[in-house]
C-alpha cells in the first residue's frame, strides 16, 4: 500500500515564487491535514479537510490555501514564498478524525532563499 | 487553546535500559485522546501508542507504555529494553473530539539510545 504521498521530497525556492505540494492518499480516508515543522519544533497545523469540497484553516494558515476537489487529493498552494515558509511540510490522512491514528507522508523539505 | 508541553529537549540511555518521556498538557476537556508518536532520522511520522481520556488503564504496545494521570494532565511514555531503533524525537500529541480532529503536538524530545 503506497498510503500518503508526497511529492516532492525537496525543494528551494526564490522570493515571491508559487509553488503546489501535491499530497495523495489511497486509504479513502475522510481527513487530511497539512502541517508545517520547523527545526527542532513540533508540528502546526496549517489546514485541514473533512471531506471532498471541505476545507478549514488551522493554527497557521498566512500565506497558504488548500483544495479538496477529490478524497484523494489535498494540495497545499503557496503564494508568494517568503523565508519564514522555510521548513517541512507534511501532510496526513485519517479516517475518521477524531481519536484515530493519523497516518503522515514522508515530508517535503522546503528552502524559500 | 489546548498547550502541549514536552520538558525535556534531549535524553539519551544506554541500550536494554528503560526510559521515560515526560509530556504534560492544558486542558478544560473531560474528553480527549492522547498520542504519542515517533520521528526517526527518516522523518516518518509513526504512532507510537494513544490513550483515550476516558479510559483509565494505561495504554500498552509492547516495549512501550504511558503513565497516564489525568488529574494532574500528565502522559509520559515508558520504553522498556531500548533498542538502537529507539532512536529518534517522540511526540506527545492531544486531540479533542470538538476540534474535528486536529491535534496539538508539543515540541518534542530527542531521543538517543547509546550502544
Known amino acids: 500500500n503506497a498510503g500518503v504521498t508526497q511529492t516532492p521530497k525537496f525543494r528551494i525556492l526564490k522570493i515571491g515564487q508559487s509553488m503546489t505540494l501535491q499530497c495523495t492518499q489511497d486509504m479513502n480516508h475522510n481527513y487530511m491535514y497539512w502541517y508545517r515543522q520547523d527545526p527542532g519544533m513540533g508540528l502546526k497545523l496549517i489546514y485541514y479537510?473533512?471531506?471532498?469540497?471541505?476545507?478549514d484553516k488551522g493554527e497557521v494558515p498566512n500565506g497558504y490555501n488548500v483544495s479538496r476537489s477529490t478524497t484523494e487529493d489535498f494540495p497545499l498552494r503557496l503564494e508568494l514564498a517568503a523565508p519564514s515558509q522555510t521548513s517541512v511540510y507534511f501532510c496526513a490522512s485519517s479516517y475518521a478524525g477524531v481519536g484515530t491514528e493519523a497516518f503522515f507522508g514522508q515530508g517535503t523539505r522546503l528552502t524559500v532563499v | 487553546a489546548q498547550t502541549v508541553t514536552q520538558s525535556q529537549p534531549e535524553m539519551s540511555v544506554q541500550e536494554a535500559e528503560t526510559v521515560t518521556l515526560s509530556c504534560t498538557y492544558d486542558?478544560?476537556?473531560?474528553?480527549?485522546?492522547l498520542f504519542w508518536y515517533k520521528q526517526p532520522p527518516s522523518r516518518q511520522m509513526i504512532l507510537v501508542i494513544r490513550?483515550?481520556?476516558?479510559?483509565?488503564q494505561n495504554a500498552t504496545e509492547n516495549r512501550f507504555s504511558v503513565n497516564f494521570q489525568k488529574a494532574a494532565k500528565s502522559f509520559s511514555l515508558k520504553i522498556s529494553d531500548s533498542q538502537l531503533g529507539d532512536t529518534a524525537m517522540y511526540f506527545c500529541?492531544?486531540?479533542?473530539?470538538?476540534?474535528?480532529?486536529?491535534?496539538?503536538f508539543g515540541d518534542g524530545t530527542t531521543l538517543t539510545v547509546k550502544p
Open positions: 486542558t478544560s476537556e473531560s474528553n480527549y485522546y
Open positions: 490513550q483515550e481520556a476516558y479510559k483509565q
Open positions: 500529541a492531544f486531540i479533542r473530539p470538538a476540534n474535528a480532529g486536529k491535534s496539538t
Open positions: 479537510s473533512v471531506g471532498a469540497g471541505i476545507t
